[in-house]
């Protein structure tokens, strides 16, 4: 079944699942910022968003209530090489953009 859904729609899908389960996401649980550049959901186990916020693809999907096949259409993972470059740099921008935003609120 093929998608309906742009790699921009499924990054918000992800996010909409994600940031209520890991707030500060873009910090890989709180410890260390996620390198924007070394995101590449042709290899979500190891370079994914879910393997750089939670240390491990299924541990992210495992929290996040995700099954692993339903993982691309949150854009956790690519279903080609193709679909890896339209959602690698969405994830990027969002990482930067939440990390900015995040720094430019004043104190409550």
């Not at 707030?23 to 750089?52: M, N, Q, S, Y």
């Amino acid at each position: 079944m093929p998608f309906t859904y742009t790699a921009g729609e499924r990054i918000a899908r992800g996010l909409g699942v994600l940031a209520p389960a890991c707030p500060r996401w873009w910090t890989a649980e709180g410890h260390r910022p996620i390198d924007p550049d070394a995101i590449d959901l042709a290899d979500p186990e190891h370079a994914g968003i879910l393997a750089a916020i939670y240390g491990s693809h299924e541990k992210g999907l495992r929290v996040l209530h995700v099954p692993p096949d339903l993982a691309p259409e949150f854009g956790f993972a690519a279903l080609d090489a193709r679909d890896a470059a339209e959602l690698n740099p969405g994830w990027r921008l969002t990482i930067i953009t939440s990390r900015g935003e995040h720094h430019s609120r004043p104190p409550h």
